[in-house]
């Protein structure tokens, strides 16, 4: 049975970081890509980072230079440190194991809310 299991949302002031983790289980971890997606309110979901199964990396615009994405195949869990956190990055934010489009899998979510 796969699970990917999401942790680390919360309430953060503006200017603050938070660490979201996925960790996952019930398919060879290693051997997919990694994304975290996040959708806030009356918006479509938007990738917001990728990690491929090398190790290789990519960013939504929105985001560069304050999030970073990595992953322990060890611990079957990727990660996402979020820096510089404005109200706009409010959303819900979900991992997501990716193949193809005809296989993968989607965490449950977490909340982040940057709010003073």
């Known amino acids: 049975q796969v699970q990917l299991v999401e942790s680390g949302g919360g309430l953060v002031q503006p200017g603050g970081s938070l660490r979201l983790s996925c960790a996952a289980s019930?398919?060879?971890?290693?051997?997919?890509?990694m994304r975290w997606y996040r959708q806030a309110p009356g918006k479509e979901r938007e990738l917001v980072a990728h990690?491929?199964?090398?190790?290789?990396?990519n960013y939504a615009d929105s985001v560069k230079g304050r999030f970073t994405i990595s992953r322990d195949n060890a611990k079957n869990t990727v990660y996402l440190q979020m820096n510089s956190l404005n109200p706009e990055d409010t959303a819900v934010y979900y991992c997501?194991?990716?193949?193809?489009?005809?296989?993968?899998?989607w965490g449950q979510g977490t909340q982040v809310t940057v709010s003073s």
């Open positions: 990690i491929g199964s090398a190790g290789s990396t």
């Open positions: 019930g398919f060879t971890f290693s051997t997919y890509a």
């Open positions: 997501n194991a990716f193949r193809s489009w005809a296989n993968h899998y």
